[in-house]
């Protein structure tokens, strides 16, 4: 009893508790907005808010298990966790169920909610991306390493795009990859190269999207062109969120909120929801909570003691300020409509969990300072 009084102390002592708090708090107030948004669906809002509070207990206990483990050892096993991403990738396609227009789902009948592999497998793809980077440290911008990262990049974005065709997911393994060079100091000039990389591959890239993906695409950059169809949507996106003014119409009482005309409404738009009913003010605590947690991953990776661990710092930090930013921008029909969620806040049981196991690898960088197996 003695010694685990002893490993509990140390625990506590080494994970990072404000960032845990940070997040559930987030959540917390996620499930609030999600209570008042889909209040008017099939069945109420309840079975989605107790969805979303399992997601979160889930998210708690995974964040906990994966601050004990070291990423260190973790990072040992890398062959194997990039099997299991291929291979949970690949089983969309037997298996898969479509939702939204994007097949990214499988259904498990003792679940209360879809898994989405794209989305389960950014934790460990930041993982595995790091110690790679790690691995070239010595010659980071390198040729070969930078051909490496993006190799293993766009072999992934490739497998989402002719699998599930989500662009959302897609793009968020760039941005990952972006803020992770950037983290690793890879020099300016391979960032040219690989924006010049996407503008060649983009003829590709939208051969391979689905011909309704293309219109939503098209649509989002001029929602008038279709104004009382698929542009209805986002003109619909932008009226709720100016509609709160400064407070709001009051939370459980907004006009369009409430409608039951709004498709996605505590999903993807979920930002928007809380323009109407909370205002502006509303809306600057949201981001207010977001900010907070990317600072204070930020913060984590630059009092990280090895290379691997800010280099995971970066790549959760990129995924969440990408991820925050395009759907805020969304919702105000600045960026195309791509399906992105808005981290903690929108309903989601994996997402939700996902976003929960990131942190978690975060907390580990905190607790675990030493990196060994990479050194030598």
């Known amino acids: 009893m003695k010694e685990f009084r002893r490993y509990l102390k140390e625990y506590l002592r080494g994970a990072d508790m404000l960032l845990l708090f940070l997040c559930v708090g987030a959540s917390a107030f996620g499930c609030v907005l999600i209570s008042s948004a889909a209040r008017t669906a099939n069945g109420g809002a309840m079975p989605l808010v107790r969805t979303q509070i399992i997601s979160i207990v889930i998210g ?5 298990l994966i601050t004990a483990v070291s990423l260190d050892w ?24 479509t939702v939204g227009g994007n097949k990214s789902w499988l259904n498990f009948s003792w679940l209360p909610f879809r898994i989405g592999p794209p989305e389960v497998v950014k934790a460990s793809f930041i993982l595995l991306l790091a110690a790679q980077m790690y691995r070239f440290r010595e010659n980071v911008s390198g040729f070969i390493p930078v051909a490496g990262y993006a190799a293993h990049t766009f072999f992934m974005v490739g497998m989402i795009l002719v ?6 997911v897609a793009l968020i393994y760039i941005a990952i990859l972006i803020a992770m060079m950037i983290g690793a100091g890879v020099k300016p000039v391979w960032f040219l190269a690989l924006g010049g990389g996407i503008a060649a591959m983009t003829p590709l890239i939208w051969a391979l999207l689905s011909d309704v993906r293309r219109e939503r695409l098209l649509i989002s950059l001029n929602p008038m062109m279709d104004p009382y169809g698929r542009g209805w949507h986002i003109l619909l996106s932008m009226r709720t969120l100016r509609g709160g003014g400064l407070t709001g119409q009051g939370l459980y009482k907004g006009v369009q909120v409430g409608s039951g ?11 928007s929801a809380c323009g109407e009913e909370l205002g502006l003010l509303g809306c600057g605590a949201v981001l207010l909570l977001l900010c907070a947690i990317i600072i204070r991953v930020l913060f984590i990776s630059r009092r990280a003691k090895s290379g691997l661990g800010a280099l995971i710092c970066f790549g959760v930090a990129g995924m969440m300020i990408f991820q925050t930013f395009e759907n805020v921008f969304m919702c105000a029909g600045v960026t195309p409509v791509i399906g992105i969620t808005l981290p903690f806040f929108s309903y989601g049981g994996s997402s939700n969990i996902v976003m929960f196991a990131a942190m978690g690898m975060v907390s ?4 675990h300072p030493k990196v060994t197996w990479l050194d030598y």
Do not use: E, H, Q
């Open 364 to 367: 580990s960088v905190k607790r």
């Open 261 to 271: 005309d709004f498709p996605g409404i505590s999903t993807d738009f979920i930002f």
């Open 74 to 97: 973790l990072s040992k096993l890398w062959k194997w966790i990039l099997a299991f991403n291929v291979v949970f990738i690949l089983l969309i396609v037997p298996f898969g169920v």
């Open 163 to 168: 699998i599930c065709d989500d662009m959302g």
């Open 60 to 64: 708690v206990f995974a964040y906990l």
